[in-house]
Structures are given as C-alpha cells and as structure tokens.
C-alpha cells in the first residue's frame, strides 16, 4: 500500500519535471513560477527510494539519476559546497538563503542515489554537501549547528523550526553508508549541546540547539522545536 502511494506522489511530481526551462529540474508551484533546491532534493530522493524498492525497475532510477546530474549542474550548489534555495528566472544561482533543511535534503538525496548505482562519484559529492555544512559558518557556528533565522534578534517561523532535525537525519543515513567517524562526533557535539543548553527545566528543547535566547526574542519552545532536537538526540545514538 504504501509503495503504491509513494508512486503516485511521484508520479504527480514528475509531471512538473520540465526541460524547457533551465534543461530540467521539477516546478516548485502548479503556476511554474520558480526551481529550487527543496523540491529536486525531495524529487530525486523519492525516485532513487522507488527504485531501491522495486524489483527490476529502470524508469525511477533513469528519474533519479537524471534529476542527481541535473541538481548537481544546475547552479544551486554553490562554490563553498553549500545549498542556496534556488533559481532566477535566468537560471542562474539566486543566492537565497543557505537552509539546514535543503543542505540535508541534497544530502539525503545523494545517499538514496548512491545505494540505488554504487556510483563513487555520487558519493564523493554528497560527502561534500556534508563536509560544507559542518565547516562552514554559514550553517555551523561554534560547533552548532544554526539555521539562519536562529539569531538572538530573530526567530524562525514554523517550517523552519523544523529543519535542523531533518539535516542531521539525513547526515546520519550518511554515516550509516560511510562509516565515516566524523559524522558521529558532529551528531554527539549537537545532542550534548541539546540536552545540556537547549533543555528547560520541563525538558523542553528549544528552537537554538546553543540555549541562546534573548528578551525581544526568546528561545521558542513548541512541537516543532522538539520534533526538530529530538532528531538531533537521536542521531547521536
């Protein structure tokens, strides 16, 4: 059942793949207004995932590996190895904003490429999205892992709250193909932060996985902020 639903999503997805502009890519919006990283990531990770589950298929691994080399040529990863939200009208990188959340998509996305053709390549890639993400300032600040809203004189709205657990999800599929060690030390720096910074005295996790919080803008607390550090509790076990 769930197989099948899964396949229908990705067939109505699909239909919003369109090569007459910028040579590829899936639609953000039924009105075919913008291309970005969140929906190829989604696209390409459902595609590899229907083909590693499908016995005999070609036609989703010929949608997953076209849409990997599309995403990987197409601009959005920029020259620091990082994730930038999407296209101008020119096809060109727009330089939005850099999200945990799209990081760890692409990530992700990778990984269900690699397991789907053992390509190497597909692999060293990903790593890179990795390796960007937990070296960069842009997404790892003093050793923690920030989204970009996360600052004392800002906060994130509601999706946004949610994004660092889905990066270190898929950060650990990662390691789990890798075996890579340093995977794991970044996911025990973010849980020992979480548990012993981010933690109120109700055990409640915040959205600033550092425990910042400042009067105008204090560190929020809602399911989604614990949705969101329960990701990164788990991904250290």
Not at 5 to 32: L, Q
Not at 189 to 201: C, E, G, K, L, V
Request: proline share 0%; hydrophobic share 35%; with cysteine.
């Amino acid at each position: 059942r769930y197989l099948s639903e899964a396949t229908t999503i990705a067939n109505y997805v699909n239909g919003f793949w369109d090569t007459s502009t910028c040579g590829g890519g899936v639609w953000w919006d039924r009105e075919k207004t913008y291309k970005n990283a969140v929906t190829i990531g989604l696209y390409v990770r459902l595609a590899a995932g229907l083909h590693n589950r499908i016995a005999g298929d070609t036609t989703w691994l010929n949608r997953a590996t076209t849409g990997w080399n599309w995403f990987t040529g197409s601009g959005l990863i920029n020259s620091s190895g990082l994730v930038n939200d999407g296209l101008t009208g020119g096809c060109a990188n727009n330089g939005g904003t850099v999200y945990t959340y799209n990081q760890g998509l692409a990530i992700g996305a990778g990984v269900e490429v690699y397991r789907a053709t053992g390509n190497s390549a597909v692999l060293a890639t990903t790593q890179r999205l990795a390796g960007a993400a937990m070296t960069s300032t842009t997404l790892t600040r003093n050793g923690i892992l920030t989204e970009s809203c996360d600052g004392t004189s800002s906060t994130c709205d509601d999706n946004g709250k949610e994004f660092k657990g889905i990066f270190m999800r898929y950060l650990m599929d990662l390691a789990d193909v890798t075996g890579q060690a340093s995977y794991r030390t970044y996911a025990r720096t973010q849980a020992d932060s979480i548990w012993n910074a981010d933690r109120d005295s109700l055990n409640r996790l915040g959205e600033r996985w550092n425990g910042a919080s400042s009067t105008a803008y204090p560190n929020m607390r809602d399911w989604r902020t614990q949705a969101s550090a329960l990701g990164g509790l788990l991904s250290a076990t």
